[in-house]
């Protein structure tokens, strides 16, 4: 299903190409090191386990894009630490945003649910940015249709503030005030080739900088 | 993509391909506890059926319900139309009840392009005369690449009544845009005049057709359609041109059998080759309702059409106008 997509101009793969590679912003300020990252995410794995008894029953679900190669990441450092294969998955969430009308279409991404389900686990939905925390509330609904966990939450690897939704993370990264006129931009090596978190002046609404603002940005920059 | 779907031929192939891709995620609703998504929820769907149909309409019904869409039938019979009202009125009446899309099937061809400069909704076309059937072919393409994993340089032969099949003219159109040969194989009499300005192959010897295909698609014998005496008998028919046991063994061992349905049993394709583990036909009715959702999704979802760079933001109903599918 990972089509090599053309964007070429007038289709919907060019207005949201989340499959897209990303480069890295220009003028953008570097807050994680991927050895930081790494760091990150061994706690976060450290503090899943802690708070699920020994991560038995845990399922990792990530949201495309960035969310699902971080979720893998964690699966493979839970079983790392506990020595029990953790099953990890994808939850797309495009059929439950709510600005859906407010743009062209846009391009599915990819569901998978390992096999043992969700029933009765406990979820922990992984994403790289957490912002306004719509794509939460969205992934719950979309959960929600899928099965009935017994708990659900959230990792991420960045939360940015300006939340819209009375929703907050159960494992942060990293804390990153921002402005919101500021762009934040997270490379993964399994996306982008190289792992980054980036944190750029904005420039989609002033328009003075340059296009980082188009859709297709990683994270919730750009939303 | 357009804002409407009338033509097989109105689709580049990354739009083609957005739509596989797109129903291919889809598929997976129907595996799903609840089936049901909640992408449409208050847009009006409405099905607008001149001509009798079961499968294509209550595969669009389900596919509009599995995004939960609002449905409302309309099929000719028993209704206004039957007092004579004309299409255009009909149209109208729709357009007051504010229909976001209209699926219509029509015995005249072109009927879907005329409606759609008269509704500020997205028409999908289910249907017009011999014209075009353009979601049954992306279902084609669809039930083609799940099972042969590609389409590109993919072998199709399709078989039999082309001159009143819709369905061989949209799957040629869109066949050829994915990148796979086509060719056809029937009688002279139910050949198209213009059809060596079609880009595909056209042969009349099944037989030796069948060793060279990756699909063979059968086609119905629309006996309804004819006027006129196509072939001397059906079982002259059916021996040049129909599909048997002892026929589909001349296929390579990977090759799929399909057929858009209904089928005439014993007429293009013997009992035994319908329910042969090569055939698709079943295949193709669950890969339909998927389809249609794709469609449905990428034609409504967003503001305006799936690639109207116009429309990003403003309200697409009132700032173009209809007919006018900016790309």
Redo the contacts between chains.
Sequence with gaps: ?T?AL?P?A????A?GARLARSVPLPGGKIVLEPDEISRVLTRIAHEILERTNGGADVVLLGIPTRGVPLARRLAAKLTQVEGRPAPAGSL?IT??RDD????????????SVPASGIDGKTVVLVDDVLYSGRTVRAAL?ALS???RPRAVQLAVLVDRGHRELPIRADYVGKNLPTSQRELVQVLLAETDGQDAVIVGPGGSRAGGQDSTGQPGQPGEASR | MKRHLISAADLSRDDALLILDTAEELAQVADRPIRKLPTLRGRTVVNLFYEDSTRTRISFEAAAKRLSADVINFSAKGSSVAKGESLKDTALTLEAMGADAVVIRHPASGAPRRLANWVRGSVVNAGDGTHEHPTQALLDAFTMRRRLGRLEGLRVTIVGDVLHSRVARSNVLLLRTLGADVTLVAPPTLLPVAVSTWPCEVSYDLSGTLPKSDVVMMLRVQAERMTAAYFPTVREYSRRYGLDAGRMALLPDHAIVMHPGPMNRGVEIAAEVADSSRSTIVEQVANGVSVRMAVLYLLLSGAGSALDEIGLGAAPAETQIAGVTAR
């Excluded at chain 1, 007038?10 to 793969?13: I, V």
């Design positions: 299903m089509h053309q070429g007038g289709s919907p793969a207005a797309d059929m439950y859906l009308r407010l743009r062209p279409a846009r391009r599915l991404g990819h569901t609904d249709d899928i099965g």
